[in-house]
């Protein structure tokens, strides 16, 4: 079983910006992908970004060059460093990890408990 907590959420005016985290813990296999989703109210759950252990980044339009995601290995943590941020980034965002045990062929996902980012006009 693995552990995700997250922290950093918080209230901030458009232009701000704001340092999410999230630690994992438990049973962690050494291919892994971490990512960052969100949420706002009535919406879908959106992909934000991601980051492979050996440091491949992925992101979504609305937040390239404003985000950058990036990861501790020895500490399985990620971080989301959001600058420039705008009231439509408002949203429950949501650390999540995906990891592979080579020696079953079995995927594990996990989430965390989501952490609350409201930008003011």
């Known amino acids: 079983q693995v552990q995700l907590v997250e922290s950093g959420g918080g209230l901030v005016q458009a232009g701000g910006s704001l340092r999410l985290s999230c630690a994992a813990s438990?049973?962690?296999?050494?291919?892994?992908?971490m990512a960052w989703y969100r949420q706002a109210p009535g919406k879908q759950r959106e992909l934000v970004a991601s980051?492979?252990?050996?440091?491949?980044?992925n992101y979504a339009a609305s937040v390239k060059g404003r985000f950058t995601i990036s990861r501790d290995n020895a500490k399985n943590t990620e971080y989301l460093q959001m600058n420039s941020l705008k009231p439509e980034d408002t949203a429950v965002y949501y650390c999540?990890?995906?990891?592979?045990?080579?020696?079953?062929?079995?995927?594990?996902?996990?989430w965390g408990q989501g952490t609350q980012v409201t930008v003011s006009s």
């Open positions: 999540n990890l995906g990891t592979y045990d080579s020696g079953s062929g079995s995927y594990y996902n996990y």
């Open positions: 438990g049973n962690i296999f050494s291919i892994n992908t």
């Open positions: 980051i492979t252990t050996g440091g491949y980044t």
